[in-house]
């Protein structure tokens, strides 16, 4: 693996940087776009965001915990997310949940092994008129069961 000065993704973060003249208050917006680039926030890229934009590392991890949208752990291909509120939670989500977690063979919060599925659950999608509510990366499936679990799967990118 070329080490993160020589990744092209690294110029691409770096020149986005740049483009917006990104400061502190921009953190967010650099974060976002460093995620879609590298799939993740590793320590090596908030280390190099923390330098280019002048901002503590502390902060930075001060934005990561509090925002759930952005992760240090690498992600699979597809990202599965069941809402768990309260709408969602009594319908059914919870069986839902195990359903995903033995098709899928990983526990929540786990990726597989191959690298083409994470697993997750949300508080809260919004959706509560669709209840009970999975997403899968940035697709919206709404009154989900139990049966309809394997489907959801199998039109999953693989």
Same mark, same amino acid.
């Given at each position: 693996?070329?080490?993160?000065?020589?990744?092209?993704?690294?110029?691409?973060?770096?020149?986005?940087?740049e483009e917006i003249d990104a400061k502190e208050s921009d953190l967010i917006l650099v974060l976002h776009r460093a995620q879609n680039l590298f799939g993740y926030l590793p320590e090596e890229v908030i280390s190099h965001i923390s330098e280019?934009?002048?901002?503590?590392?502390a902060k930075i991890f001060g934005v990561l915990s509090f925002y759930s949208y952005?992760?240090?752990?690498?992600?699979?291909?597809? #990202? $599965?997310? =069941?809402?768990?509120?309260?709408?969602?939670?009594v319908r059914g989500a919870e069986a839902i949940l195990r359903e995903l977690e033995s098709q899928l063979r990983i526990k929540n919060g786990e990726t597989s092994i191959d690298g083409l599925f994470t697993?997750?659950?949300?508080?809260?999608?919004?959706?509560?008129?669709?209840?009970? #509510? $999975?997403? =899968?990366?940035?697709?919206?499936?709404?009154?989900v069961t139990t049966e309809d679990v394997a489907r959801i799967i199998s039109e999953c990118e693989v």
């Open positions: 693996m070329c080490s993160l000065k020589d990744n092209p993704k690294t110029r691409e973060l770096d020149d986005f940087i280019k934009i002048n901002v503590p590392k952005f992760t240090t752990t690498p992600r699979g291909k597809n #990202v $599965v997310n =069941v809402c768990m509120g309260t709408a969602c939670f697993l997750d659950s949300l508080r809260c999608v919004g959706a509560c008129g669709l209840a009970p #509510v $999975v997403m =899968v990366n940035d697709k919206v499936y709404g009154r």
